[in-house]
């Protein structure tokens, strides 16, 4: 089952020269139980269909349903089911994070405090103090409990993790492991790509307002090319050798050892290498900014 | 309307409040302070009465033997001058209804709750509703304590009435700065005109009250603070054409405010 569903959902700011096509005839299907990565660099569309789903914005064209329901129409009970942390979180400042919590609880139509509780003591949030003296991590954890405490089925979250600490960064992804594992699921955009790579099961990559692409986080980081590094001891004449190769390409010497990028088999560079004598060899899978970068690149998958 | 975020923006906005209060009945205070008997009263409205009459029919002070009396001073003294302060309370209450959070970025957050747009702003508007009856029966407690240091008379219900006569015209700036702001989003530009609205109102009242005949005078019927003070025998609730000519003001102020804002892109 589909929890968010767009179809041919577009958002267009201004008119005539100045217009501006935020998002371009987006069609998304995020499936229950699953956390998906929504990626692009910034001006993409990424907050802009936040924004569309949580009707913050309202659509140019198109529509959006999520959790079987109208985004627009029946916003009010969509809510009550969505929890979301915006980019850049604004909160009153003059507020403690205890007052704030009791504000959106009792928005909510009341929570269960224990999981509250749990939920603090877990990201080690401290509720006594005013907003205006959270440092960004800290605020960005209230944020966090303030999505998450009405364990919500749809989780909707920009930026997650910019200003949590490692250790932070690794209770927020044990958090969304056990959400999808409890059958709820988590919308998450992101500049962070190993983050997404650490925790999404699909990614979708946008650009210019357009998505380019849906695809399963292993599957994106097997497609296309690996990273080989070679240690070899007749290192000089052997770029020029595997220059010429057939899917080789950006071949660079350190020292002794030469890193190449490799499309498609293996085997005419294990021809090209009978005659070196290698001591190491290294296969590394692309990251996942390696492939976002490629498919920026030239507009077109790797 | 569950009334959460009535019980919170009261909550939130009970300090500043007091202020307010503490202010208009200070002035109060100074007012009752000035005229201890009827000789400072009758040595003051002296002073006054040699300005020309335009001036005085400008200011409120045209009747002089109105202002003789207790009552039509505290008119004169009091009410207008909290009008004119309590307009500013109105527009920056009018901002705090939404377009304050909006810019900070705060709606995002509330709106993706279980709240739709018109509770807010409703539920809002209520509260900032009742926190002007507060200041205005604070504001008339300062009268109050300050008749008790005069030798005149002055019944505390007259008073309160005096006080609570400025709740409407209140009401209606900040209905017509939420209209703003829910209409052109650009907080600056609502703020400026709302600010032209509350400074233009009195501007309008004040020249067309100097002018005692003729279509310039008829055009200060335009003005909120005409309609807040035109007619009221001192000490007594404004007259009912007044009332619901504001109120009614107010209401299709405040629904237009919600037809906008219930229509529109939030926070850009």
Known sequence: MAVIETRDLTKIYGSGRQELRALDQLNLQVQQGEIFGYLGPNGAGKTTTIRLLLDLIRPSSGSATVLGMDAQAESVALHKRVGFLPGELALWKGQTGAQVLRLVADLRGGVDLAYLRQLTERLQLDLNMRVRNYSSGNRRKLGLVLALMNKPDLLVLDEPTGGLDPLMQQIFNEIMFETRDEGRSVFLSSHLLPEVQAICDRVGILRQGRLITVEQVSRLTQVGFRWVRLQVRDVAALPGRLEALEGVSEVSVEDSSVRLRLSGDFDPLLRALQESYVEELHVHEPTLEEIFLAYYGNGETP | ?268
């Open chain 2, 1 to 268: 309307m569950s009334g959460v975020l009535l019980r919170a923006t009261l909550r939130q906005h009970w300090r500043p409040t007091l202020y307010w209060s503490a202010g208009l009945a200070l002035l109060g205070l100074y007012v009752i302070a000035v005229i201890p008997d009827q000789d400072a009263l009758d040595n003051y409205v002296s002073l006054v009465a040699s300005m020309p009459q335009p001036i005085l029919d400008a200011i409120g002070a045209g009747d002089t033997l109105l202002l003789r009396t207790p009552e039509g001073f505290i008119q004169y003294g009091f009410a207008t001058w909290a009008q004119l302060m309590l307009a500013v309370y109105g527009l920056l209450a009018g901002l705090n209804l939404c377009a304050n959070e909006e810019e900070a970025g705060i709606l995002d957050v509330l709106l993706s709750l279980p709240l739709s747009r018109r509770r807010l702003l409703l539920e809002r508007f209520i509260a900032f509703a009742l926190l002007t009856l507060l200041i205005t029966l604070l504001s008339a407690l300062g009268l109050v304590l300050g008749s008790g240091a005069t030798e005149f008379t002055l019944a505390p219900a007259a008073l309160f009435a005096t006080a609570l006569n400025l709740v409407p015209g209140t009401l209606l700036v900040m209905a017509f700065t939420a209209l703003m702001a829910a209409a052109l989003r650009r907080h600056m530009l609502a703020t400026g005109i709302a600010v032209f609205f509350v400074i233009g109102s009195y501007f309008l009242d004040f020249i067309a009250s100097a002018i005692s005949e003729g279509p310039l005078n008829q055009l200060g019927r335009l003005s909120f603070y005409r309609w807040s003070s035109d007619g009221i025998a001192p000490g007594s609730f404004l007259p009912t054409e007044n009332l619901a000519l504001l109120l009614g003001v107010t209401l299709v102020l405040l629904v237009g405010a919600l037809w906008f804002f219930d229509r529109r892109d939030i926070g850009l």
